[in-house]
């Protein structure tokens, strides 16, 4: 069975530039979920879909992260624009409903 | 609030010997509780979870995991250590149910030859 893909596995930007990061889940995973993972931390949630609805992005920073899962399965994040302190990794992760989570390989995106 | 620690950094054990790695948390309602590992450049692999029943609960590799309800830990441990078990592991806590994890900040494991 083929795990939680992501991609760019790694991006350097510039600082207040855009960037956006794609989730692809376990095949018949209904929830999806995006971590951000800062260097020395564990991951803190940013947003988790059920299907293609918003159950929780209390920690989701709206004035600059938009997240998406428009048809249920695959997911983007985008951070426009970004700051220094976004550099992080960001993990996605899926699950059956009621179940233990999945994780990505991540993207590490460094903002210079 | 619910929070997890992970009150060591790093973890140094040799070869062969039995591994504790601790986590503490506060949560309420019933925990949820979860191990998982991370190497390098991977995202994290899940280990084990303990949701009720035997407070004793086995996983991946070998590893298994002791819930105490009264000093509220969920210590990772494993017999024999190998050198392939160096990695970050990760403690984590969800209240009631699967879904909003909180992580611990992560331990360092280095087992030594």
């Known amino acids: 069975e083929a795990g939680v893909a992501q991609s760019p596995r790694y991006k350097i930007i510039e600082k207040r530039q855009s960037v956006a990061f794609w989730c692809n889940p376990i095949?018949?995973?209904?929830?999806l979920y995006w971590y951000q993972q800062i260097l020395g931390q564990g991951p803190k949630l940013l947003i988790q879909?059920?299907?293609?609805?918003?159950?929780?992005d209390s920690q989701l920073p709206k004035d600059r992260f938009s997240a998406e899962r428009l048809k249920g399965v695959d997911s983007t994040l985008k951070i426009q624009p970004a700051k220094l302190e976004d550099s992080a990794v960001y993990l996605c992760?899926?699950?059956?409903?009621?179940?233990?989570?999945?994780f990505g390989p991540g993207t590490r995106l460094t903002v210079l | 609030a619910q929070s997890v620690a992970q009150p060591e950094d790093q973890v140094n054990v040799a070869e062969g010997n039995p591994l504790t790695v601790k986590c503490t948390y506060s949560?309420?309602?019933?925990?949820?509780l979860f191990w998982y590992v991370q190497y390098p450049n991977r995202g994290l692999q899940f280990l084990l979870k303990?949701?009720?029943?035997?407070?004793l609960v086995k996983g991946s590799y070998g590893f298994e995991a002791e819930f105490n309800k009264s000093q509220t830990s969920f210590h990772l441990k494993k017999p024999s250590a190998l050198v392939s078990d160096s990695a970050l592991y990760f403690c984590?806590?969800?209240?009631?149910?699967?879904?909003?994890?909180?992580f611990g900040a992560g331990t360092r494991l280095a087992v030594h030859p």
């Open positions: 879909f059920q299907n293609n609805g918003v159950v929780d």
């Open positions: 095949s018949g995973h209904a929830t």
């Open positions: 992760a899926s699950s059956l409903i009621h179940n233990e989570q999945f």
């Open positions: 984590a806590v969800a209240s009631g149910g699967y879904n909003k994890l909180i």
């Open positions: 303990y949701i009720t029943g035997d407070n």
């Open positions: 949560v309420s309602g019933n925990p949820y």
